[in-house]
């Protein structure tokens, strides 16, 4: 992004985003209360996602996490499937990153090829099955206020 910093107010460049990442976007289903995206970067070489987890509360040590290797990104209104390239920080299945304690935090990244810059919501879909997967619908792709997860007191 190219911007003329002489012509600009100090707010003014305080406040100047990339016109495309995305923190905090939302979406209207959410796997877990206990995962979120924080940000979703787009340009011409990859679409990165970045996620944290929060080990439950229910499982001793945290319990586990871990990546399907056939996970996706499709822009709403389209059949086109952007298959992940790479995790950064998370492990593809069947391997699993086990946690050491309840509510540690757990920050990954999933990177896809480019999407083009006019889609305006995703899915990303780690498996289309039954099951605990990460499958985020209708991902809007815009800022939003930072949101926190709730870990919620099972006890």
């Known amino acids: 992004m190219k911007t003329n910093f002489e012509t ?3 707010e003014e460049l ?18 877990s209360e206990h995962m979120g995206i924080e940000k979703i970067s787009l340009d011409d070489d990859f679409t990165r996602i970045d996620f944290v987890y929060i080990a439950p509360k229910q499982y001793i040590n945290g319990g586990w ?14 059949e086109t499937r952007y298959r992940m390239v790479s995790a950064i920080n998370i492990p593809l299945a069947p391997s699993k990153y086990y946690f050491k304690s309840k509510g540690q935090v757990h920050h990954f990244s999933l990177l896809f090829p480019p ?9 990303i879909i780690e498996r289309l099955a039954e099951g605990t997967y990460f499958n985020f619908f209708r991902v809007f792709l815009q800022h939003n206020e930072p949101t926190l997860i709730r870990i919620v007191n099972e006890n």
Do not use: A, H, W
Not at 15 to 31: A, D, G, R
């Open 14 to 31: 305080l406040t100047i985003t990339e016109p495309y990442v995305f923190k905090n976007p939302i979406s209207k289903y959410t796997p």
């Open 8 to 10: 600009k107010t100090e």
């Open 65 to 78: 996490i871990q990546m399907d290797s056939g996970c996706f990104i499709r822009p709403i209104g389209s």
């Open 115 to 123: 999407i083009p810059k006019s889609v305006k919501q995703i899915d």
